[in-house]
C-alpha cells in the first residue's frame, strides 16, 4: 500500500476539490511559532502524505510534522511517510514535531527498522507529544539509537503540541 501525497493550501485549507477542516490543535498557536512561513503566505502550498492512520505535513522548508494516529505504525508505513522528509536531506539540519495518539502502537522490529531509515539523515531536532510511558520511552531508545548510528539528533518530550511546537520554534530561530 503506497501513501497518498496531496497539496494542501493553508489559506482556505483546501485539498483535492473539497474543503478540509483541521481540528483547532492543529492550527497557529502564536505569530512567531504556529503556522509555517509557507502556510502563512496566501496561496503558498505544503505537501501532506498519508499511510493508514499517519501522515506526515512539510509544514517548511526544514520543518516536518508527523501525526500518528491510532493503530500501529509499520516500519514499510515509517518508510512511505518518510519519503517526503528526505527530498529534504540536503539542507543542513531538520526539525521535526512527532504527535502520537494515546492508541498509537509499535510492533516489534519497527524501532530498528526506523533508526536504519535515518541514519544517513543531516543532524535533527525532534519535538515529540506522547502521552503514554510506553511511546515516550520507545521514542527515548529510538533517539540513543539514532544517536550511536552517527546522526546528531536533539529530543525534547511534551505532553502537548503547543509546548513542543515553542520548543521547536525556538531551536530552529537560534540556528537561524
Avoid: C
Wanted: glycine content about 8%.
Amino acid at each position: 500500500m503506497r501513501g497518498q501525497t496531496e497539496r494542501v493550501s493553508w489559506a482556505g485549507l483546501y485539498i483535492a476539490g473539497r474543503t478540509h477542516t483541521r481540528k483547532k490543535e492543529h492550527r497557529s498557536t502564536g505569530p512567531s511559532y504556529g503556522m509555517p512561513a509557507a502556510a502563512r503566505t496566501i496561496g503558498m502550498a505544503i505537501e501532506v502524505k498519508k499511510v493508514a492512520n499517519h501522515e506526515l505535513i512539510h509544514e517548511d522548508e526544514d520543518f516536518f510534522v508527523y501525526r500518528f494516529g491510532p493503530g500501529a505504525i509499520t516500519g514499510e508505513q515509517m518508510e512511505i511517510l518518510s519519503e517526503l522528509e528526505r527530498r529534504s536531506w540536503d539542507r543542513p539540519y531538520i526539525f521535526d514535531l512527532i504527535v502520537f495518539d494515546e492508541q498509537t502502537s509499535i510492533p516489534p522490529g519497527t524501532l530498528t527498522h526506523v533508526a536504519k531509515l535515518f541514519r544517513h539523515s543531516p543532524p535533527r531536532t525532534s519535538s515529540f507529544v506522547v502521552k503514554s510511558f510506553f511511546l515516550r520511552t520507545s521514542m527515548e531508545f529510538l533517539v540513543r539509537t539514532t544517536r550511536l548510528l552517527g546522526v546528531k539528533v536533539e529530543a525534547g518530550f511534551f505532553e502537548n503540541e503547543q509546548s513542543a511546537r515553542i520548543w521547536v520554534g525556538e531551536k530552529r530561530r537560534d540556528r537561524k
